[in-house]
């Protein structure tokens, strides 16, 4: 190799060997800490000790959020707890919760970085008022888990989705009298392959939605 090949060669390995450096040395994005995005820890459970895992991700893992929900959040310290069953970025969800066509917004937000006291809560944002959300439903985050079949640790369960005015009247089937159809979409809170709520917002309130026994 002539001298000015492997010049230039030993120069791309010093300016690569300084740009891992400064890598190394920038601070992590707030909230994304290993301690806070992933927790483990035991639960007891009909006298037993067993394991679990809650894995949580940072706002700025959603960037369709409008720029004031974001910064609500995170003013709250807001991370996004994920289910076991996650195969992508979850429970933040966009919908018309408020009117028909309205774009709204509903999280899952869970504080406390992973401590014997962090909590989850179900906010909705109002696009007509999006840097003040409505607090629909609060819980410890060990309240919300549950065993998941083919893993030894228990996991997160509580997952949220816009629900259509079409899903809702199916998931109505069987109740008399029948209740009128929907025009917007209601928010579905479910506890995953157990329990799902139907929150609705009409009339200046929330209700849960009337479901078969």
Known sequence: MSPVRRGFGLLLLLLLLAALSLSAQQPA?????????????RISVSGSAVPYTIR?????????????????LDR??????????????????????????????AVLCSVGGGSAESSVSLLVFFASNSATPVTLATAAETDRLQFHPGHAEWGFNWAIDPASPKRVREAQNGLEPRPASLDHDAL?????????????????????????E
């Open 29 to 41: 994005p707030p909230g994304a800490s290993a301690s806070r995005l992933v927790t483990t820890g």
């Open 56 to 72: 949580r991700l940072p706002v700025s893992s959603f960037p369709e959020l409008p720029a004031p929900v974001a910064a609500a």
């Open 76 to 105: 709250r310290g807001c991370l996004i707890p994920q289910t076991y069953e996650a195969h992508g970025p979850e429970n933040v969800v966009r919908g018309s919760f408020e009117r028909a066509g309205s774009a709204d917004w």
């Open 188 to 212: 579905a809170d479910s506890a995953i392959d157990r329990r799902t709520v139907y929150r609705y917002y009409a009339r200046g309130a929330w209700s849960e939605l009337p479901l078969p």
